[in-house]
């Protein structure tokens, strides 16, 4: 499975913006796709996940309320509408995807990554 990643970019605070991750290859209904970022000198920390079979996302609690993680899996791509940014939300996002749906949380169990891209958000 590869992962292309797009969005990001550089907003002011309160702005919108939205990332896209497409997979290539082998998905699954034991399938997931997620997004984790890092801020620079910080630990890679989960942000949000979604399950193919469900449809469910789950949300990390500094994004409820706030990000909205989609999918369209005729396009086996996954949206991360992220509102109301805030400063803290600057970092690197990667998007990722896993066949164990039973631990989204954790980056040790995805297994494909994409490459990062950039959200700057400045106050």
């Known amino acids: 499975v590869q992962l292309q990643a797009s969005g990001g970019g550089s907003v002011q605070a309160g702005a919108s913006l939205r990332l896209s991750c497409t997979a290539s290859g082998r998905t699954a209904r034991n399938f997931a796709m997620g997004w984790f970022r890092q801020a620079p000198g910080k630990e890679r920390e989960f942000v949000a996940a979604?399950?193919?079979?469900?449809?469910?996302?789950f949300y990390a609690d500094s994004v409820k309320g706030r990000f909205t993680l989609s999918r369209d899996n005729a396009k086996n791509t996954v949206y991360l509408q992220m509102n109301s940014l805030k400063p803290e939300d600057t970092a690197v996002f990667y998007c990722?995807?896993?066949?164990?749906?039973?631990?989204?949380?954790?980056?040790?169990?995805?297994?494909?990554w994409g490459q990062g891209t950039l959200v700057t958000v400045s106050s």
């Open positions: 979604i399950s193919w079979s469900s449809g469910m996302p």
């Open positions: 990722a995807a896993t066949y164990d749906v039973g631990n989204i949380w954790f980056a040790a169990r995805y297994e494909f």
